[in-house]
């Protein structure tokens, strides 16, 4: 597995007793830690090294993409991201004839540029192979700005100064001024995807929402016959059934190009703390089965029947973990019992939600609000040649996308 079992059990007893601190400091670190150790190994379609970077007094993980591959995951890959991930994505969602094959175009044409001119790969900033990063309220531009010049250093010292250096999940609305600072010190900014965040769970309004009340209704509904049990207390069945859950979602019924985790990476994440899980299991059959001296009750339990995965950094949380049962029946509400599980964690903490991307309708019907996310991306070092293809892919996407996925979900 690539670390030992003492190490694991020895973290859920010092770490997991409080799975994420304000800042989660001491489990980030741990965990790039063993990013940094065995990185290469926790995502098979991601398989690139991983080095540490200090920032604001913390080790942050950097991976370094050096692949020119449009195959391996969009989590560290823009050429993928718009190339062959982003024409996935198109299949599964209803739009216009000439707004797909338009799209399909660009698509096609920033994947032969980008692989052309070397642009497959790149460095990513505090990336932990998630489609999401979240930042602490202590993260500043100028640790970023620090940051990034060592890396590049790094990166011409090891002869990879060809790599653009990325800060993923940058939104207006959380990080303005970082934006600005960055943008302003040289930073290319880059519309990547339409993010949901659900900033009305602090004041409890989420609550007065028609599609949260039934949510609320169902969960109650549901209290006899499930249970939930918290990461800490999952058995490797578990975190295989969570790793099987995630696959059938994430890996079969969505694009493959979401990162493909082994078991490691999950057990790691729990263990240091990085990441609390939830999962949830029916108990029906054992509370109806009747006992009998022949025939005592089965020590088994039902293997989980969904879970999620929550990362938070200060007051910001995001669910980069999530699967569930497919066979079982949608008025199970399985969907609905997961995303209301990691709602109720938020409002615990008097937090925000960062609902990712994807399930537009869903995510508005409950009170979250749909924003632009952007990459900024360091290219000072790179050849004219390169720059410009990146300004060009930053222009054309802020003139013919971002106007579009801000009226319309596509």
Same mark, same amino acid.
């Given at each position: 597995m690539g670390w030992h079992t003492g190490f694991f059990w020895i973290k859920q007893i010092t770490m997991l007793n409080t799975p994420y601190a304000t800042t989660a400091s001491p489990s980030c670190q741990e965990f790039t830690r063993q990013l940094c150790l065995h990185g290469d190994t926790y995502v098979t379609n991601a398989p690139f090294k991983v080095t540490s970077i200090n920032m604001d007094g913390e080790e942050l993980p950097a991976i370094w993409n050096t692949s020119n591959d449009p195959y391996i995951s969009w989590v560290c890959s823009l050429l993928n991201s718009f190339g062959p991930a982003v024409r996935a994505e198109l299949k599964l969602i209803p739009t216009s004839t000439v707004s797909r094959r338009l799209f399909?175009?660009?698509?096609?044409?920033? &994947?032969?540029?980008?692989?052309?001119?070397? $642009? /497959?790969?790149?460095?990513?900033v505090e990336n932990w192979f998630l489609p999401?990063?979240?930042?602490?309220?202590?993260?500043?531009?100028?640790?970023?700005?620090?940051?990034?010049?060592?890396? &590049?250093?790094?990166?011409?010292?090891?002869? $990879? /100064?060809h790599l653009p250096i990325f800060v993923r999940s940058l939104t207006p609305v959380l990080h303005e001024d970082i934006i600005t600072k960055l943008q302003h010190h040289g930073f290319l900014l880059i519309p990547t995807r339409q993010i949901w965040l659900a900033d009305n769970i602090q004041d409890g309004s989420w609550r007065q929402r028609s599609h949260n009340k039934r949510d609320l209704s169902l969960e109650r509904k549901k209290a006899a016959s499930t249970e939930w049990i918290e990461g800490k207390d999952f058995s490797d069945a578990d975190f295989e059934r969570s790793l099987f859950l995630y696959n059938q979602l994430y890996r079969g019924k969505y694009?493959?190009?979401?990162?493909?985790?082994?078991l490691s990476y999950l057990k790691t994440a729990v263990a240091t703390g990085f990441m609390k899980f939830y999962g949830l299991r029916s108990v029906s059959q054992s509370n109806n089965e009747t006992h009998h001296p022949n025939h005592p009750p089965s020590s088994n339990p039902?293997?989980?029947?969904?879970?999620?995965?929550?990362?938070?950094?200060?007051?910001?949380f995001t669910t980069p973990l999530f699967g569930y049962d497919l066979t079982q029946p949608t008025k199970e509400g399985l969907y609905r019992r997961l995303m209301l599980k990691v709602s109720l964690e938020a409002e615990q903490h008097q937090g925000i939600l960062h609902c990712s991307g994807g399930a537009d309708q869903?995510?508005?019907?409950r009170g979250a609000q749909t924003h632009i996310e952007y990459a900024a991306v360091w290219i000072n070092h790179l050849p004219l040649s390169q720059r410009a293809i990146l300004q060009t892919l930053a222009k054309t996407i802020n003139t013919l996308i971002a106007p579009f996925v801000t009226k319309k979900s596509f």
């Open positions: 399909n175009g660009l698509s096609h044409v920033a &994947e032969f540029l980008l692989k052309r001119s070397g $642009l /497959g790969g790149g460095v990513f999401t990063t979240l930042y602490p309220q202590q993260r500043t531009a100028h640790s970023i700005i620090h940051a990034v010049t060592a890396l &590049e250093k790094q990166a011409i010292d090891q002869k $990879l /100064g694009p493959e190009f979401n990162p493909e985790f082994t039902a293997p989980l029947s969904g879970f999620v995965g929550i990362v938070r950094r200060d007051h910001i869903f995510k508005s019907l």
